[in-house]
Each structure stands twice: as structure tokens, then as C-alpha cells.
């Protein structure tokens, strides 16, 4: 094993594309392969988020510590946002163990050896993440529920009015400064949870002004604080709850800590070798393969202008221990509200893939009067930084990260577009897979045609939008089971480009009474559309056919009308 593993460190074989030499590559390739199947799996904390259980119980931990301890020693107040199941909680515990001084934890760790003084402080850690919300009395149980045992910890007596939250926090502040004689730390985890259960109902306001008055203290008693840390999925700014607590620093877009939660590429090709290799030996795939299907289905968040690429991390576990790609992040929550606002504020599904360009303002508009629900999509995970451009005034490109978002986010606007379940779209999409395989166009947009008009007639506003929508997020399903490619034009691009194994097809829609097929086909023409695929060459080197196809949607029949295939 030592022989395998210097011929492996001498050749520098770190992970997916490693560059070798045509001699030295199948050495290396085999010295890789027994270096990484002879290694112990991981035994990775599914569903724990305690820094304790993980180091105790022997499971793997992606090292963050370096950036923590950078974090608590350059400021006292921060605050940071992440989409759900990223490491937040994670995040909190292990800032709890280190401020209570729990040195054996952390060793081995970076922090280690960075910190030499290990002063244990009191830390009160509030999980808000731990009940639901739904009206004033159920947030003052839950409140209770919170702040009762962080009382009896440091005997403070119960104030007569039990619902003063900002006094009842107070105490508890004060009392365990004056009991320890030292600095207080305060954690919250999840500080926005009764916002967001809560948004867009009737009780949202009442909610949100209690949730103020518990965190209004923090600022006040900074004298006493030796460190305030919150984290959430909306940016504070945005629910209104800290106008007097503006003393934060938000790290949500910052450079320095875009890692510290999520796990970055390099980590993944580093340190998961083995459990890579395993993946790709029970999916009949080669190590590279795996990489690459790993990082399209899981990888491509970035959380600031110059963040690394960024695996979700809950997915990411999940599939390495399971040995299985699936959607195990998307599964956890459906994004209901969003699609809702997505077709309320006319957004087009396209650019979800191609790109929303927005202003840095976007990130801070208010959510309860945002006039669309890209800063609520970017927040939540679903849509992250794919680009940014200096110096323009919409720096900012945000897209869909990575396959498990596209895909199960594509599912949701189908259902919500058509009021159809799964089962109905999944035979639509296998269909129009196997048609176009088949080079049958007219088979295709046939079976289409009988998806929609299956579409009940009042369930959303029937205009070019609403037909376009449910199509692209048809082929969208479609295309990644075929050819996926990018749609180029310098004079535009059409409505939907399919390319197989041996053709390119371009459709161009026109709503009845705006356009025939003859014009959709005139418009394919006239923009160039199909020059980019011109060079286009199968397998064996031979051009790939090109057809034009221009349809109509017919709004009396509320489906598709006529079309023609044209092999240009």
C-alpha cells in the first residue's frame, strides 16, 4: 500500500482530469484505483448537525475551522444566509462548542493550532428553527418553549408578562454576564423561521414585530457580547426585523467566507476519492464519469463574485453514501410559493437556464414589496451567481446551479402550469424523448398537443407566456436524456433547440392570430438561427441534419394548433 501510494502522490493524481502523460497515464490510472478502493469509506453524519455527535461518533467533518476561527477574531456581530440544509446549524454548533471551550473536540482541526487560548464564555444558542409558526399564539408558545430553559440555566425569575420578549431576552443576557463574569455569546439558528412560515398571511405582521422585540436587546447589550452570530435564509434587511440592530456584519456575499458553509470542488476531488470510486463502480461508471456527474448534478453554487464552486452539501452526503444520483435536496421542500410568484409575475421559464442579469440592489429589495421573486429564488437555493461582470449595472447573472435544481424545479412549474400530476408529464417527457430519437417530429408535437388540452381551462391566464412555459419545460425535461446544447445566435435565439445524435431541430411558437408557421419558419431564416449548427457533426464525422419547425399555438382549443417540419 505504501508503494501504490507514492507511486499515486508522486504522479499528483488529485482528482477528475488530472493531466498525465500517454506513458505514465495507465500507471497511474491503476495506482489511482487501488490507492483510493483500498481506503476506508467515509461514514458520513446524514442528518446530524451537532459538531459533538460528528467528532465523537467518528464521522467525517469538511473542515471549516480555519474560516472560523478567522470569522470571531476580525468582528463581534455577523450575520449569513444560506439556503436550507447547507451546513447553517452545522455552523452554529460548532461556533457553541468552540466558545465554550471544547478544545478536545477540535482536534486535528485546523483551529487546533490556531487558537491558543481556549476562554470558554456562555453561550446561549437559539434554534428557531425547532417549531412552526402560524399565528401570535403559537409564536408565543414556541418563544416560551425557546427561552424557558436558557431561565432556569441561570435562575432568572419569569417576568409576570411572559410575552415581553425583548426584557425576557435582557435578563438572560445580563444574568449570565454577571453569573460567569464573562462576555456573552449569542447564537440564533434559523432567526427568520416565523417570518417565513408565516409570509403571506394575515398573522405575518404581528409575528414579524414580536420576532423584533426578542432580537432588539442585541445591539443594546453589546457592552456584555462577546460575539452575535445569525444566520437565516432571507437577508434580515428584507423582513424588516433589525432597523435598530444595524450594527451586523453581513457575510452572506463575502469573498472571504463564500465556503463556510456547502462543500467547495476542491474538497470534494481532495478528500472523497474512495467514495467517489465506490459511486462509480455501482453505477457502472469510471471515476472521471463520476466526478463529472457528481459536479452536473449537485455542484455550481457560488455565493459571491469570486466564490468557489460550491457543492450542495446535504445532496452531496447523501449520494455518495447511498451510491446513488438523486435528487435527495429538492425532495426535502417544494417550492410552492415560488412557482406561484413565478407565473404571477410573468417571469420566463427559459432564463432560469440562460440567466436573470440583475442590479446588486436586487439582493436587499424588501420581501414583503419585492416586484418579483428573484432575491426569494436566489436565497433559497434555487437560483445562484452563475456569472458577474464588472463594471456593468447589472453585474450579477443568476441561473439555476446544477441539475437537481433544474430538473426537480422544472417538475414543479409543470405541475403548477398544467394542474396535472407526475405521472402525466413523466409519459409526456418519455414520449417526446423516444420521438425525437426517432427523428419523428410530427409524433412529438402530437402528444403535446394532447398534454395540454388536458390543461384545465381555468388554470392560469391563457397567453403566449403560459403555452411557451409549459413547451420548453417539456423539452427542457427532455433534452439531457438526448443532447443538451446552447441555443447561439448574434441576431437572437429561437424558442427551442433539440439536438440528437444526428440532428438539430429549431422550433419557432407564434400565438394564433400573431403569426403563422410560415412566419415562424421566415423568422428561423431570417435571425440565422441555425448557422451556429451548421459544422454540427455526428459521431462519425458526418453532418448532422437540420430542420426547422414553426407551430402555432391555437388559443380557442387553449393547445397546440398547426406546424411544419422543414429540413433546411
Known sequence: ???????????????????????????????????????ALKRFPIGVQDFAVIREDGKYYVDKTELIYKMVNADRYYFLSRPRRFGKSLLVSTLQYYFEGRKELFAGLAMEKLETEWKKYPVIRLDMSIVKYSDKDSLANSLNKILEP?????????????????????????????????????????????????????????????????????????GILRFVFLTGISKFSQLSIFSELNNLKVITMNDDYAAICGITKEE????????????????????????????????????????????????????????????????TGTPTILTRLVKKYRMDAELFDKGFAVAPEVFDAPTETAENPIPMLYQSGYLTIREFHNGSFTPYVLAFPNHEVSEGFTK????????????????????????????????????????????????????????KTIVYCVFSLATPYLTRCEE?????????????????????????????????????????????????????????????????????KRTIGEWKVVEA
Open 1 to 39: 500500500m505504501y508503494f501504490l501510494g507514492g507511486i499515486f502522490d508522486a504522479f499528483s493524481v488529485r482528482g477528475c482530469g488530472s493531466q498525465m502523460g500517454p506513458q505514465a497515464a495507465p500507471l497511474v490510472r491503476l495506482a489511482h484505483f487501488f490507492y483510493i478502493t483500498s481506503m
Open 150 to 222: 436558557q431561565e432556569k440555566r441561570f435562575a432568572v425569575t419569569p417576568e409576570p408578562d411572559n410575552h415581553t420578549w425583548g426584557v425576557r431576552m435582557s435578563r438572560i443576557i445580563e444574568a449570565a454576564h454577571e453569573q460567569t463574569g464573562s462576555q456573552v455569546v449569542v447564537l440564533v439558528d434559523e432567526y427568520d423561521a416565523p417570518m417565513l412560515d408565516t409570509f403571506g398571511m394575515e398573522s405575518f405582521e404581528d409575528i414579524r414585530v414580536q420576532v423584533r422585540s426578542l432580537y432588539s436587546p442585541l445591539k443594546a447589550l453589546g
Open 268 to 331: 470534494v476531488l481532495t478528500q472523497m476519492q474512495p467514495e467517489i470510486q465506490a459511486l462509480a463502480d455501482k453505477n457502472g461508471m469510471t471515476y472521471d464519469e463520476a466526478c463529472e456527474a457528481l459536479k452536473r448534478q449537485y455542484d455550481g453554487y457560488h455565493f459571491s463574485k469570486n466564490s468557489p464552486d460550491v457543492f450542495n452539501p446535504f445532496s452531496l452526503i447523501n449520494a455518495l453514501s447511498d451510491k446513488e444520483l438523486a435528487n435527495y435536496w429538492f425532495a
Open 412 to 467: 414543479s412549474l409543470l405541475t403548477y402550469y398544467t394542474k396535472q400530476d407526475a405521472a402525466a408529464y413523466s409519459s409526456v417527457v418519455s414520449r417526446v424523448i423516444q420521438g425525437m430519437e426517432n427523428g419523428d417530429v410530427d409524433s412529438v408535437l402530437q402528444v403535446i398537443r394532447a398534454y395540454m388540452s388536458g390543461v384545465p381551462y381555468d388554470a392560469e391566464s391563457q397567453n403566449e407566456l403560459h403555452y
Open 488 to 556: 447561439k445566435s448574434a441576431a437572437g435565439r429561437c424558442d427551442v433547440v433539440v439536438e440528437t445524435s444526428d440532428a438539430v431541430y429549431m422550433f419557432e411558437f407564434k400565438l394564433d392570430g400573431k403569426g403563422t408557421v410560415d412566419d415562424a419558419l421566415r423568422q428561423i431564416d431570417d435571425k440565422g438561427y441555425l448557422i451556429p449548427y451548421s459544422a454540427t457533426t455526428t459521431k462519425d464525422g458526418s453532418p448532422k441534419k437540420l430542420f426547422k419547425i414553426g407551430v402555432t399555438f391555437d388559443l380557442e
